[in-house]
């Protein structure tokens, strides 16, 4: 799976928060940050990788959520990795 | 242990004694939901007109729920005490939603909590729920015993029992210690 597919498929999760203003949508990059840029709260965080499981079909452990940075980079490698891992 | 009924809330809690808002478990099933009660003491309403603040049925909402259900659940899945679970963990709030608040609860009057867990994951837990005044005699054990998911998710009471609030997206999740002590350092 690319790396973009993987991006695409993160706008479209983000796109279900009612929180974060669609218009930002718009340019998201491996550099976009969940809270700075698109003003993420805190408590979305967790569902946003609860759903990015469900729409990749990975496992993420406690541990991962716990290390997870705020960027989309963070995440993206993070799916990769669970993907490796199953 | 299927469940946290029978348990002491001072055995299952990491919270001190002065700030534990939690007497008694009467119903509990894990992934659904728990029922718990708490008594005002006197330091509980002292310079506050005799009764419980708002902001202390919150927390003791929590207590009763997203944090005793936590940590059960977290127990469960670690094989382990929750004094084991404070070596590594700190219950935290995350956010709280919307609370309205109908009645008041003054000292030696007990509430119950009833929570019903919308989401449970990477420590994270969510409940929304309802606390209630129980008129006196009420035996809160035997009334909930044959209780079922659909009774408490209609909050199907009877009239010894008075609306005090609805509390809606009540978030709490257990934190790394470390995260602390990074912070700290």
Sequence with gaps: MERQEIIDGLVEILGTVRT??????????????????????????????????????VEFEDEDIDDLGSTVKDIV???????ERA | MENLLGVSPKDNMLHGPTKLLLDAYHWHQPDFGIVASYTPKPRDVEDHF????????????AQA???SCGSFNEC???HCTPLALKEKFIPAFISIGNVS??????????????????????RQMV??????KVAKGVDLDAYFRDFDQDRIA????SKDFTLVAELYDITGRALKKDIFEKAEG
């Design chain 2, 76 to 78: 469960k899945k670690h």
């Design chain 1, 20 to 57: 974060i203003d669609p218009e930002k949508l718009k340019n998201v990059t491996e550099e976009t940050d969940f809270i700075a840029d698109l003003n993420t709260p805190s408590t979305e965080l967790i569902n946003i990788a609860a759903k990015a499981e469900q729409k990749f079909g």
């Design chain 2, 50 to 61: 005799g009764v419980f603040r708002g902001v202390d049925q919150i927390e003791a909402f």
């Design chain 2, 101 to 122: 608040f109908h009645h008041y609860v003054a000292e030696g009057e007990t509430f119950i909590s009833i929570g019903i867990i919308k989401f449970y994951k990477f």
């Design chain 2, 65 to 67: 729920t997203i944090v």
């Design chain 2, 154 to 157: 209609a909050y199907d009471l």
């Design chain 2, 127 to 132: 409940c929304d729920g309802r606390i209630y």
């Design chain 1, 77 to 83: 490698d993070l799916i990769l990795v669970a993907k």
